[in-house]
Nanobody, 117 residues
Framework: QVQLVESGGGLVQAGGSLRLSCAAS????????MGWYRQAPGKQRELVAT???????NYADSVKGRFTISRDNAKNTVYLQMNSLKPEDTANYYC???????????WGQGTQVAVSS
């Protein structure tokens, strides 16, 4: 089984920064992708950014140039550095691990990010 534990959410003013972390534990295959998704009240969950174990990244257009995803493979940990935050970034942010072996997805419990104007 796999567990994902997120940390780093909080309340910040517009223009500020936050760094999210997500540590994965359990049976984790070396070839995988980790990422962040978010869900605002009344909206569907959407992709924010993903990074493969090989280092390839993908970002939503709305966060390009402001957010940076990175990972430490030795620690099975993914990070999301969020700069120049906007009120529209307010959401619950969920960590995801996608294992290509078996094609399975795992989710964290979510961490709240609130950006005040």
């Amino acid at each position: 089984q796999v567990q994902l534990v997120e940390s780093g959410g909080g309340l910040v003013q517009a223009g500020g920064s936050l760094r999210l972390s997500c540590a994965a534990s359990g049976t984790i295959f070396s070839i995988n992708a980790m990422g962040w998704y978010r869900q605002a009240p009344g909206k569907q969950r959407e992709l924010v950014a993903t990074i493969t174990s090989g280092g390839s990244t993908n970002y939503a257009d709305s966060v390009k140039g402001r957010f940076t995803i990175s990972r430490d493979n030795a620690k099975n940990t993914v990070y999301l550095q969020m700069n120049s935050l906007k009120p529209e970034d307010t959401a619950n942010y969920y960590c995801n691990l996608h294992q290509f072996n078996g094609w399975r997805d795992y989710w964290g419990q979510g961490t709240q990010v609130a950006v005040s104007s």
